[in-house]
Nanobody, 123 residues
Framework: VQLVESGGGSVQPGGSLTLSCVEL????????LAWFRQAPGKEREGVAS???????SYSNSVKGRFTISQDNNRPTLYLQMNSLKPEDTAMYYC??????????????????WGQGTQVIVSS
């Protein structure tokens, strides 16, 4: 399994970005997918998740601004980020598991990780 992220970049506060994660070799029907982020000096935190039933979860800090979705035909996981704030600046990672292995926001619940894509929100 290989996860390949793209779409990061620099944007002004209030702007938008869409991150993509191509899922190569991930064919589990019960797969759980998520986006995490890690800012310098901070722990990796869960941002959003999508389970095999299509249910989504979001951290309180991004709820209402970010949207996680998947294009099953490709297959690709997306994170649409709107109304970006400087505190959203971080390396963003795509994560996947073959099934639910714990709380969605815990890094230990996932088996596979992408290499990360940098998001910088600054004026």
């Amino acid at each position: 399994v290989q996860l390949v992220e793209s779409g990061g970049g620099s944007v002004q506060p209030g702007g938008s970005l869409t991150l993509s994660c191509v899922e190569l070799g991930l064919s589990y029907s019960g797969a759980c997918l998520a986006w995490f982020r890690q800012a310098p000096g901070k722990e990796r935190e869960g941002v959003a998740s999508l389970d095999s039933y299509g249910r989504t979860s979001y951290s309180n800090s991004v709820k209402g601004r970010f949207t996680i979705s998947q294009d099953n035909n490709r297959p690709t996981l997306y994170l649409q980020m709107n109304s970006l704030k400087p505190e959203d600046t971080a390396m963003y990672y795509c994560a996947a598991a073959d099934r639910s292995r714990g709380a969605w926001y815990l890094p230990g619940s996932y088996m596979y990780w992408g290499q990360g894509t940098q998001v910088i929100v600054s004026s």
